[in-house]
């Protein structure tokens, strides 16, 4: 027999995408990510947001989908990290330290989630069996 779905794990997952979500809108609308206000390329992190609720709806809000679903959110995070470094985006507001760290700071609160979640998903039977 297997265990239940941790539902304290799954709630919290869900409470660190969330949060995690709404504070990549509010500093990319807000204050830019990449460069000043209203730089370009701060659209760029709305193919993550886009990414997460996609992942969401496909998956149903199953723990194991909500599971790719942020761990595909933390590695597009991350490729948009590399790229604003490789292209040098931002400059002079902001430098690469900057990047680096508020892009970590998101491919961890991502990465953390869909952790948890795999985590939540460990007792669920997979699907289409019985």
């Known amino acids: 027999m297997r265990a239940p779905v941790h539902l304290s794990t799954f709630r919290s997952a869900a409470c660190v995408a969330l949060v995690a979500t709404i504070l990549l809108v509010w500093l990319s609308l807000g ?3 990449i ?3 209203g730089d370009p390329a701060n659209r ?10 996609i ?12 599971a790719r679903a942020l ?9 948009i990290g590399a790229f604003a470094l490789v ?8 430098g690469p330290a900057e990047i680096v760290l508020l892009n970590g700071f998101f491919v ?4 953390g989630s869909a952790w948890m979640f ?7 039977p997979e699907r289409g069996r019985v």
Do not use: C, N, T
């Open 71 to 79: 761990a595909a959110m933390a590695f597009a995070q991350a490729l």
């Open 118 to 124: 795999a985590q939540a998903a460990r007792g669920e």
């Open 44 to 53: 760029m992190y709305f193919g993550v947001v886009a990414i997460g609720v």
């Open 55 to 66: 992942g969401a709806a496909i998956a149903r809000l199953h723990p194991r989908g909500m």
């Open 35 to 37: 460069g000043a206000d």
């Open 31 to 33: 204050v830019g990510i």
């Open 87 to 94: 292209e040098g985006l931002g400059l002079p507001w902001s």
């Open 108 to 111: 961890a609160l991502f990465g």
